[in-house]
């Protein structure tokens, strides 16, 4: 054991963590009916989060009208052409607690953790649970090939809003090219090609992992508890890296839709809005092809950070700053250069789910058979609030989640929009959260 450093292992996993891509969901997998793999499996549901910065002005934002067939008002207007296909929830909130309200940061954790944090501001901080991506992740991303993917449209990989616990991140890919590389590298295997050939530095990496599980008792033995609770973490994510390796090493079958993509041209990453939306379309396309080539089954976006540092060019005042500074307009009743990005911001959102919408499978699409919870930290930015927090869920499921419903949850914790995801995804779960943010009651009006 102490010839094999911490930082040797490091290096391990990640030279083996870039290398090969699954198949796609081609129609000869499904059922005559299509509505299920040939073997009888049903196809495969997906999940996403997908984040904006510094929320909304709830008046014109949030629905008035409850139930099916809701209205949309201005700045939830692009999301007309899904609007079945996505599901509203207003007056739910990050209940504190007591717990400080940590700006630009409880009201996310509150609804992607299901607890109030108790670290954290504008630049970032801690969970206290780990948010639902990597529960979701857990239960669903076993047999591909990436557990989730992180990507973030700002040019800051630490933009992320996935987390374990504490203040672990699991960083976001920021450059279009750098993901491209990782999904369909070097080591991407054609499963289309007649002749497979094993990557013997794959079978090597696989022989020095095994090797280093068969020493986990023995340095197990000489740590304390808390040190003892990080290798078995660590050692978790090295059996996650085996069955990775262990698929690669496997021919993959004939999927002639399962075409090498062109990689994407260089582009100039940062906060400008501009900048921002080419970065989501691009890194979009490629979460999407990842989806529906069966690499990962768990993705999440962030368009910016919380404290939104969006802008546009040539105008050195940010989207956050503006929510901040800006007067409201008393003949508009709102702020319009800050509403110009919430409004843009919704946009995106649109285009995330119109590239999901395009990817047939089956009877129905790839946003039918996925969910995407999308949220933003906070309500009316200008003053920090967290009480009804704008959240939406895209998607159906494969049948298992009503869509194209506003449901109102007259100031219930945000929480319980995970804990009916979980539920709806088949997670053994019955109570979902911590302390005020704890909650038993699934939202069955979206439950099939």
Known sequence: MASTTRRSLLRGILGGSTVAVALPLLDCFLDGHGEALASGKPIPTRFGTWFWGCGVNEDRWFPAKLGAGYDLKDELRPIAPYKDKVAIFSNFNCDLGGRPNLVHWSGVMATLSGAAPIHGGVSGGSAELPTIDCLVADHIGKGTRFRSLEVACTGQSSVSYSMRAGSTVNPSEVDPISLYRRLFGTGFSDPNKAEFKPDPAVMLRQSVLS??????????RSLGSADRQRVDQYFTSLRQVEQQLAMMLEKPAPAEACVLPNEPGKIELGPTWEMATRSHELLGQL?????????????????????????????????????HEEAIDPQLGYQPKATFFIERSMETFASMLKMMDAVKEGDGTLLDHSLVLATSESNFAKI???????????????????????????GDPSSRVGLTIQQVLGM???????????TNKPISEVMV
Do not use: Y
Not at 428 to 438: E, F, K
């Open 287 to 323: 979460v999407v092809m990842a989806l529906a080539c069966n690499q990962t089954r768990v993705f999440n976006v962030a368009l910016s950070n919380a404290g939104s540092n969006l802008r546009k060019a040539g105008d050195p005042v940010s989207f956050h700053e503006l929510t």
């Open 384 to 410: 920090h609030s967290v009480d009804n927090l704008p959240v939406m869920v895209a998607g159906r499921a494969g049948g298992k989640w009503k869509s194209g419903q506003h449901i109102s949850g007259k």
């Open 428 to 438: 053994p779960v019955t109570s979902w959260g911590d302390a005020a943010m704890q």
């Open 211 to 220: 090797s280093v599980k068969d020493d986990r008792e023995d340095l197990m």
